[in-house]
């Protein structure tokens, strides 16, 4: 494996999440993120591996980072919507219906 190869980092941290194995697989995503910051796909990955993990804010900031980085990226508003619920945090989710990224940052730093 080339260690400067991003995507072969987020496809390690996939096989690792479908292994049951999320906490490795976060550290394989950060890996690949390392190299390129703004890897969407692996943002979302990422931020799947943090809920699995319960670690909800985490996961959040990375779906509204890859929100920020690709407004089309629709079919994540779903995903940050449950992030919010399991943070106990209904206003949150409330926010998704508007798919304004802009919303959250008095809320989260991403």
């Given at each position: 494996?080339?260690?400067?190869?991003?995507?072969?980092?987020?496809?390690?941290?996939?096989?690792?999440?479908?292994?049951?194995?999320?906490?490795?697989?976060?550290?394989?995503?950060?890996?690949g993120l390392d190299?390129?910051?703004?890897?969407?796909?692996?943002?979302?990955?990422?931020?799947?591996?943090?809920?699995?993990?319960?670690?909800?804010?985490?996961?959040?900031?990375?779906?509204?980072?890859?929100?920020?980085?690709?407004?089309?990226?629709?079919?994540?508003?779903?995903?940050?919507?449950?992030?919010?619920?399991?943070?106990?945090?209904?206003?949150?989710a409330a926010r998704?219906?508007?798919?304004?990224?802009?919303?959250?940052?008095?809320?989260?730093?991403?």
């Amino acid at each position: 494996m080339s260690p400067e190869d991003y995507t072969l980092w987020n496809k390690l941290g996939a096989t690792l999440a479908n292994s049951m194995r999320s906490d490795e697989a976060i550290d394989a995503y950060i890996q690949g993120l390392d190299i390129k910051p703004n890897y969407v796909r692996a943002l979302a990955n990422l931020a799947i591996s943090y809920s699995n993990q319960e670690m909800y804010e985490e996961a959040a900031t990375c779906y509204l980072k890859a929100l920020s980085l690709n407004p089309d990226a629709t079919h994540l508003w779903s995903s940050l919507r449950v992030v919010c619920n399991c943070l106990d945090r209904p206003d949150l989710a409330a926010r998704c219906d508007a798919c304004a990224v802009e919303a959250f940052r008095p809320d989260f730093d991403f």
